[in-house]
């Protein structure tokens, strides 16, 4: 049971997103549409995720080392630390993706693609926000020798 919930919310909000965005581009589909389905996403994954797998696979590489050597204070220690990290990764990157269709118009981007993504981008961020927590703490488990499932990742 204990699995089953993170598995259950991950599981969640990746089909949500692919049913966003499929749902999006269904009604409204021009090209500029699907150019804002494409950007969001591509965004939201280089300047979020791709760094979210950086801070949590160096995090599982050190907690899993000091797992080996039975330092069971310094493995809690790490797993703050990850928290943390991704805590405060987290935060500040989602206020950018909050305002990134807003920066990315103010630096040039065609101002109908900007406001057709604005929604996409806001409404990426529940993925993203569970995504890497339970990626954290999936990391966290094979550190420490646990079985978790897989996820859809």
């Known amino acids: 049971v204990k699995n089953a919930i993170p598995e259950f919310l991950i599981a969640i909000s990746f ?3 692919d049913m966003m965005a ?10 500029t549409d699907v150019a804002a389905v494409s950007l969001s996403q591509s965004v939201i994954y280089l300047l979020g995720i791709t760094f979210i797998f950086g801070i949590t696979g160096g995090i599982q590489t050190v907690a899993s080392q000091a797992y ?8 809690r220690k790490y797993f703050a630390y990850g928290f943390y990290l991704v805590t405060l990764y987290v ?3 989602s206020l950018l993706f909050f305002f990134a ?10 101002k109908n693609l900007g406001e057709a993504s604005k929604g996409l981008f806001r409404a990426n961020l529940i993925q993203y926000i569970t995504f890497s927590y339970y990626f954290l703490l999936n990391l966290f488990a094979q550190a420490l020798g646990y079985f978790w499932v897989a996820g859809i990742a």
């Open 22 to 31: 499929i749902h999006y581009v269904g009604y409204n589909y021009t090209s």
């Open 91 to 93: 935060f500040l990157s």
């Open 15 to 17: 089909f949500l997103r």
């Open 101 to 110: 269709s807003d920066i990315l118009i103010a630096c040039g981007l065609d």
């Open 68 to 75: 080996g050597a039975k330092n069971y204070v310094l493995v």
